[in-house]
């Protein structure tokens, strides 16, 4: 059996602004199990860059332990990338961007990777409004180990084996708001309509976004009992609100039939078009999204969509004032009196 990615494909595949192919941001073959949702996610991040023309070499994509961190090695595999120690991501990836503010930063990480071992770090990169974009792929169970309970399942719900979560669960989202992330999103895996346009606004957006996406596992976590499974998470997903990203070369063309629209301006004069749900949730309210989302909780429901975003604050490189010129660049005439910025 070949584990070798064939080189092929048809001569007239669509190409975006760069001349570039879907394909060539691709990466390689995945050792995934069969119908993972990472595997998803990992392809909604291939479209999204493809559809928003980014250059593979602008982009430094970073990653911890586990079956998530392993998901970048199956795309963009022409950018830069760094695969951590457990739950260190954050620090790589914030002296990365120090180094050299002018990449495009992805994180990938998972919840056990995030939450267990890696929260210290998760809480000051979240703080320090890193220009990055982070995903936790959450699928509820440590993979690599075989498929132990992770810290964001629901208390109440049971393990494949019948074993029933005792603890309350720290849900990500939340924890992101109350920390001060300026852009916040909850998708699943199994919705790559919702995930495109949510991955490319988080991309654009200057500052910390944060994206948790219900990743089900296939083999530990898909049964009937678990609040991961394909099944659950498709009867109790609920929209907060729908949105569209237009970027700023194409005209807006997208319209709701029912309910409020609202844009918002991001830095770089996109938009992120959004339809707000029946139950008029707003997504430039922090507090409000925070309520929202416990809500939603107590009914059962996994509340989807953007739920925050603040395109007036500034991310870290904004708050210190730092240099444009990525420091394996400097030379003598940058540290002259007064030439630094």
Partial sequence: MSYIKSQFHHPKLAKNKLGLTYREYEGSMSTLCAGCGH??????????????????????????IGCSSKAPTYFLNKSHGFNTVHGRMPSVATGASMANKNLKYIGMSGDGDTVSIGPGQFAHVVRRRLDMTYIVANNGVYGLTKGQTAATVERGSTTKKGAEVLWS?????TMALQLGATFVARSFSGDKDQMVPLLKAAICHEGFAFIDIISPFVTFNNHATSTRSYDYVREHV??????????????????????????????????????KGKDGFD????????NALH???????ILTGLLYCDPEFHDMHGILNTTDTSLNSLNEKHFARGSMF
């Avoid at 669960?169 to 989202?173: A, G, T």
């Avoid at 409020?260 to 992120?272: F, M, P, Q």
């Fill in 39 to 64: 595997d998803a996610v990992g392809a909604a991040i291939v479209q999204a860059c493809y559809e928003l023309s980014l250059p593979a070499h602008r982009i430094a994509k970073s990653s911890g």
């Fill in 169 to 173: 669960d720290i849900d990500l989202p």
């Fill in 238 to 275: 609920l929209e907060g609100s729908v949105a569209d990203f237009v970027p700023i070369s194409d005209q807006i063309t997208t319209e709701y039939s029912e309910g409020e629209s609202k844009d918002i301006c991001l830095h770089d004069g996109a938009i992120i078009r959004l339809h």
């Fill in 283 to 290: 997504p430039s309210d922090r507090m409000g999204a925070i």
């Fill in 295 to 301: 809500a939603h909780k107590e009914k059962g429901e």
